[in-house]
């Protein structure tokens, strides 16, 4: 369906999305991900770092399959990451060690551990 989406038409379907990440149903969450995971190959950068911003957000959700969809969808588009939103990514995740919620720390790693995967050997030096 995105392909067949003007870029208007794909930002408002970005948006409720996003905005669905934040619905206090968990399967709506759930599905928001999943469809966010599925169309972030068409996103614009500025879409791109919504919906990383909404990932990382959802590291912190109460239920923990929000959790791990939302860690495996970050490591899933972090390929196609700008320097930049890779960069803040990583830092965000760093700083998610810092949490007072034990799963949040370790939702945090895992997705590090996904993204380092797709590192190249100066990424990770950094």
């Known amino acids: 369906m995105s392909t067949k989406l003007n870029d208007q038409q794909l930002d408002r379907v970005f948006s409720a999305f996003i905005h669905g990440l934040k619905d206090t149903d968990r399967d709506v969450r759930k599905s928001c991900t999943e469809s966010l995971d599925i169309i972030a190959t068409k996103a614009s950068e500025k879409q791109l ?6 990932f990382i957000h959802g590291l912190k959700d109460e239920d923990k399959y929000i959790r791990k969809s939302c860690e495996e969808s970050l490591g899933v588009i972090s390929e196609k990451l700008n320097e930049k939103q890779l960069e803040n990514a990583i830092h965000t995740l760093i700083d998610g060690f810092k949490d007072k919620d034990k799963d949040v720390r370790e939702s945090c ?3 590090l551990g996904v ?8 990424q990770l030096e950094g």
């Open 49 to 54: 770092e919504e919906v990383v911003n909404a």
């Open 109 to 111: 790693a895992r997705s």
């Open 115 to 122: 993204i380092s995967t797709n590192l190249t050997d100066k």
